[in-house]
């Protein structure tokens, strides 16, 4: 039986975010509702000449343990959770000279907040609410009587409400805002709980909690039929102060799409493995550009230089603040986000008479080094492992053929295995100079993949008047091993003059082997780069 609009008439108010909390309460008082409140908001409630009774003098007994007790308490708990339409529950109040509470206003002690700025053990432990949780379950549960607010943003909600309905407040309201107040409770212990995880080094603890919060409705989703959200979450804490599209700021154009969402986090995630100025062009989950320079525009120049057909349309990520000339070059093309750490005034300048373009500004640069997980939905679970942060040096590499790289090729092909870790498998990533030449991206077959790359890299060579394909003394990076030697042999007859992957397939010997032949030299990892 559906319940009906409830009258209130008594409120417990119990808040450690006191946003609107004055104004709101006297609207109460105005209204005759009898306010109950605790320790520190009962004081603001004073302080502001709103008259409140302290729970204490309900209880009989005054807060203590620090605060750590005074709502816990069978006056509080019962007055909450008494079935209106039960006359034993009822019968049992009187008994005990216990009134209904018709009115819960409760929010927690910001424990994900100081836990995300790095606070100690003891502070973090301080900061998880009890008594809140309680009272919020308890007037959640009983949402047939009882409106739980948890959410300052919901104060003018709950007025109107009591202002059209003479002071009552009709089902439909109590119910959404009970699935809000058990929602947020969720997503509090997942911080908790998550927290505890990292602080005992565990990865994959056996229950996950995995809480969001809907930051944004999305026009559509991957396709203009499919509803989509953006909800910002933490795994951990350290995953919550991550810079990055979750996090940035928006300073520019309409809003993001579910796909500009993803390709905006791919790219910026990309330009942060390197040190030096570096720009990447992403489409589609995979760039189609990457290089660095000495400035961003030249690293921008040379990034563009290896697909600028696939760059029409694309995602720009930078790993510094964006300069005027940087923001010159790019204004020239359709792009449809930007983002990087800053962006100087001239640059946005340059950027704002492109109105449909999307600035993303983050405020810093994710390390690629830090821990953390990724997860994907699978059907009925979800898939979670620890984010790639496997970052090789030249003492990581294993030359395997009788030629040497020199150096100048270890240090392209130390680039270029940097790159083939954020390219959709089968990858496969020619570089030269600290830049990409040619990119293959999401084959099924490996050699297939170096094909693609090498004859796209050589049509657009040939449009841009090159007298040699641009994988010509270019270095090749496999993110998993050749199975068998025709990879390779796709990759010499392109040009390719070092090679760097794996290693570990049972064919190693004889793709060595066509390497030596060619006068090419490979080197080996041990790290497979694997992304799908």
Known sequence: MEASPQKICRALISVSDKTGLAPFAAALATRGVELISTGGTAQALTAAGIPVTEVAALT???EFLD????????VIHAGLLARRDRPDHLAALNERSIGTIDLLVCNL??????????ASRDQCIEQIDIGGVALIRAAAKNFDAVTVIIDPADYDRVIAELANADGMVGTPLRRALAQRAYAMTAAYDAAIAAWLGCEAGEVLPERMAIAGQLAERLRY????HQQAGFYRLALTPTDAARPGVATARQVQGRELSYNNYSDADAAFELVAEFAAPAVAIVKHANPCGVATGNTLREAWDKALACDPVSAFGGIVAAN????VAAAEAIARRLIEVVIAPDLDPEAAARLAPRTALRVLVTGAVPDPGAAGVVFRSIAGGILVQERDRAALGADAL???????????????????????KHVKSNAIVFARNAATVGIGAGQMSRVDSVRIAAEKAAEIGRAAGASAPPTQGAVLASDAFFPFADGLEAAIAAGATAVIQPGGSVRDAEVIAAADAAGLAMVFTGVRRFRH
Do not use: C, W
């Not at 424990?111 to 790095?118: K, L, M, Q, S, V």
């Open 398 to 420: 294993r030359v395997v053929t009788r030629r040497q790289p020199s150096e100048g090729e270890i240090a392209d092909l130390l680039f270029a295995d940097r790159v083939v």
């Open 60 to 62: 009989g007994m005054p």
């Open 109 to 118: 002690y910001p424990f994900a907040e100081t836990a995300a700025r790095g």
């Open 221 to 224: 989703g991957e396709n203009p």
């Open 67 to 74: 605060g750590r007790v005074k709502t816990l308490h069978p």
């Open 320 to 323: 510094r603040a964006l300069d």
